[in-house]
């Protein structure tokens, strides 16, 4: 790189994101461009990006276990805190950035008008929930434990537990969507959405880890999951006396 | 730079066909956890500029329509601002949002994007890019959110211009971004995500 100040966004590494085209991933194969994507510097179009504020933000908004529960009630399921750091590539924290989640519920079914498994719905469970993180890049939010399940790909497909995340960061350009699995789940190396993921340590990251310090005793698991966005290129330059 | 001193992004993931439980619960049919779904109004009253709405639909590589897509835009407003942190060269309408979500519909896969037809915003180097909305497309079958973006094809002095739009090759590719006047005030812009007259997707 030239010693000159870039502007914008580190560039996107596709070779540590999945292809658009994942054969295993059977709906991949049309729904995947053939075109090559046009590489394009950013420009104040993709350098700003929407910023949400804690007035759209519920007070039960990052509790899934209440956030649909009938008054006195609360979601089936083994309770657990999921909490994690948003940082850039710098390592900088982002803060103040939408941060919703979305999972099936302990018997790993949807509550979504085109789900079809026969495992039951949970009257007192929604499966969305959000929150901003605080000025340290910091996120918490409380759920259930959503369960594996099958879907219509391979002839006997299923999917690992997991819980969707979708990320803003402070740039149209850094805008993500990802999903967090959990440690020691032996159906995450056979699943064929993780394994559109080229590289083995790219797959590492998006396991979370169970984190008996921040349990709640008698309460609920903890897991750990902390995600990356892209960095600005120049952010980077600026603090490289700190860091070198 | 060496690959020491940053980190990885997190890898993308595939939103699934079930994104509008997180992202527009409300119209999923899960009521009573937000009071209203992110990105729902663009405009209200008081948003300064001239409405246009865009409707359209997603297709995939075997021509059928795409029933469970999410889009998500950012524009500038009619003065060509965004709201903003970054930007620094005005304050936006405090009555327009810039960004909004929309679901394509689950038996037809049409959208319809209610905003205002924005200003024009400058490219790194000063020369000025034609009105366009940025577009983020997230589905079932999408590993990495798709980014492309909707001109209007009645701007055609400030689209013959744009710096975007001239690294477009080849140059008959350009069509796959310009929303056409449907004839009745509003605009077209379906999206072909492979096959013939496949839409410009950018890496930005």
Redesign the interface.
């Known amino acids: 790189m030239s010693s000159e100040q870039p502007r914008g966004y580190l560039p996107r590494d596709r070779g540590w994101h999945p292809p658009a085209l994942a054969p295993d991933y059977r709906s991949s194969r049309v729904r995947s461009p053939r075109q090559p994507l046009l590489a394009l510097p950013t420009t104040l179009s993709e350098e700003s990006g929407p910023v949400f504020g804690h007035d759209i933000i519920g007070p039960r908004d990052d509790d899934l276990i209440h956030n649909y529960a009938t008054e006195g009630h609360s979601a089936l399921g083994p309770r657990i805190l999921v909490h994690g750091h948003v940082r850039d590539q710098s390592g900088r924290a982002v803060p103040n950035t939408l941060v919703e989640v979305w999972q099936a519920n302990a018997a790993g079914r949807y509550r979504h008008p085109n789900e079809t498994y026969i495992a039951p719905l949970d009257p007192n469970f929604g499966g969305c929930g959000r929150c901003l993180t605080d000025a340290d890049g910091y996120y918490r939010f409380l759920s259930i434990q959503p369960a594996p399940y099958p879907w219509p790909n391979g002839p006997n497909s299923w999917r690992p537990a997991h819980i969707h995340f979708s990320l803003f960061g402070e740039a149209f350009a850094q805008r993500l969507i990802t999903q967090m699995y959990f440690e020691g789940d032996p159906l995450i190396p056979l699943c064929p959405i993780v394994n559109a993921i080229p590289r083995a340590d790219a797959i590492d990251t998006l396991i979370a880890r169970l984190d008996m310090d921040a349990a709640l005793p008698m309460d609920m698991l903890a897991w750990r999951f902390d995600l990356t966005l892209r960095g600005r290129a120049q952010t980077y330059f600026e603090n490289r006396p700190e860091g070198l | 730079?060496t690959d020491n001193?940053?980190?990885?992004?997190?890898?993308?993931?595939?939103?699934?066909?079930?994104?509008?439980?997180?992202?527009l619960?409300n119209w999923?049919?899960?009521a009573?956890?937000?009071?209203e779904d992110?990105?729902s109004r663009l405009v209200n009253a008081d948003t300064r500029g001239e409405r246009v709405s865009i409707a359209g639909r997603i297709f995939?590589?075997?021509g059928?329509p795409?029933l469970?897509a999410v889009i998500?835009i950012?524009?500038?407003d009619a003065a060509g601002l965004?709201?903003?942190?970054?930007?620094t060269r005005g304050v936006a309408d405090p009555n327009f949002?810039?960004?909004g979500r929309i679901a394509t519909a689950?038996d037809s896969g049409e959208f319809r994007i209610d905003t205002i037809r924005p200003g024009r915003?400058?490219?790194?180097d000063g020369r000025l890019?034609a009105p366009?909305i940025?577009c983020?497309i997230?589905?079932?079958?999408?590993?990495?959110?798709?980014?492309t973006?909707v001109y209007f094809a009645d701007e055609v002095a400030a689209n013959a211009e744009d710096p975007?739009l001239a690294?477009?090759e080849p140059r008959e590719?350009v069509d796959t971004l310009l929303a056409q006047a449907d004839g009745e005030g509003g605009f077209r812009f379906d999206i072909r995500?492979?096959?013939e007259r496949?839409?410009?997707?950018?890496?930005?």
């Open positions: 730079m001193d940053i980190r990885h992004e997190s890898p993308s993931q595939t939103a699934g066909p079930y994104v509008h439980i997180g992202c619960p999923s049919g899960i009573g956890i937000y009071a992110p990105g995939d590589g075997d059928a795409v469970d998500e950012w524009q500038a965004y709201p903003s942190p970054v930007e949002a810039g960004w689950f915003v400058p490219y790194p890019q366009h940025n983020w997230v589905a079932r079958g999408i590993n990495v959110g798709l980014q973006r975007v690294l477009i590719r995500l492979q096959g496949e839409t410009v997707f950018f890496d930005i």
